[in-house]
T-cell receptor, first 117, second 115 residues
Framework: AQKVTQAQTEISVVEKEDVTLDCVYE???????LFWYKQPPSGELVFLIR??????QNEISGRYSWNFQKSTSSFNFTITASQVVDSAVYFC??????????????FGEGTQLTVNP | DAGVTQSPTHLIKTRGQQVTLRCSPI?????VSWYQQVLGQGPQFIFQ???????GRGNFPDRFSARQFPNYSSELNVNALLLGDSALYLC??????????????FGEGSWLTVV
């Protein structure tokens, strides 16, 4: 069975601070994809990144960066110089690639990030 | 191009009633999935459809059913509504099935309240 754990339920920071959101996953698959989504109060899940299990290079996109470590089954997300608009719930998710079950995502419980001015 | 669109955005139903939620995927996407998100939790997978066939089903009772139409839009039906069915129902679309490792895009969801 697949499992995603986001141990941080809530994080509160002051604007311009750096913040890291942790994600640990469990899977027996050798090939899989990991995702991060942002969910503002409106409810829509906004896609941030997809990483496949063969690519362990870290990725940076503007103020966002991701650290994928297969050895520790972690896929952490860092926001540099946080802004009030970053306030949202962030979800880490794992993709099941089995042909018979389709591309279902297993989500963590989410981390509520609040950035205060 | 329009993103994933869902309707209705909000609705209130009474216990025992039936509800139909609708979803139009991104143009060109052939796979539609449905997720249920209860307040304070992560989304839970309900169904995936690809080329009008069910390709995956989560751990939900038979009261939940879905279908996909020739234009790739989809409907989620829930019968005999329970209070516990109150949730945000999210539709997601992708180009294909899991093996292609496609990015999965979500709509804004349908907020269902059962009273």
């Amino acid at each position: 069975a697949q499992k995603v754990t986001q141990a941080q339920t809530e994080i509160s920071v002051v604007e311009k601070e750096d913040v890291t959101l942790d994600c640990v996953y469990e899977t027996r698959d050798t090939t899989y994809y990991l995702f991060w989504y942002k969910q503002p109060p409106s409810g829509e899940l906004v896609f941030l990144i997809r990483r496949n299990s063969f690519d362990e290079q870290n990725e940076i996109s503007g103020r966002y960066s991701w650290n994928f470590q297969k050895s520790t089954s972690s896929f952490n997300f860092t926001i540099t110089a946080s802004q009030v608009v970053d306030s949202a719930v962030y979800f880490c998710a794992l993709s099941d690639l089995a042909e018979t079950s389709g591309s279902r995502l297993t989500f963590g419980e989410g981390t509520q990030l609040t950035v205060n001015p | 191009d329009a993103g994933v669109t869902q309707s209705p955005t909000h609705l209130i139903k009474t216990r025992g009633q039936q509800v139909t939620l609708r979803c139009s995927p991104i143009s060109g996407h052939k796979s539609v999935s449905w997720y249920q998100q209860v307040l304070g939790q992560g989304p839970q997978f309900i169904f995936q459809y690809y080329e009008k066939e069910e390709r995956g089903r989560g751990n939900f009772p038979d009261r939940f059913s879905a279908r996909q139409f020739p234009n790739y839009s989809s409907e989620l039906n829930v019968n005999a509504l329970l209070l516990g069915d109150s949730a945000l129902y999210l539709c997601a679309s992708s180009l294909g099935t899991g093996l292609t490792g496609n990015t999965i895009y979500f709509g804004e969801g349908s907020w269902l309240t059962v009273v």
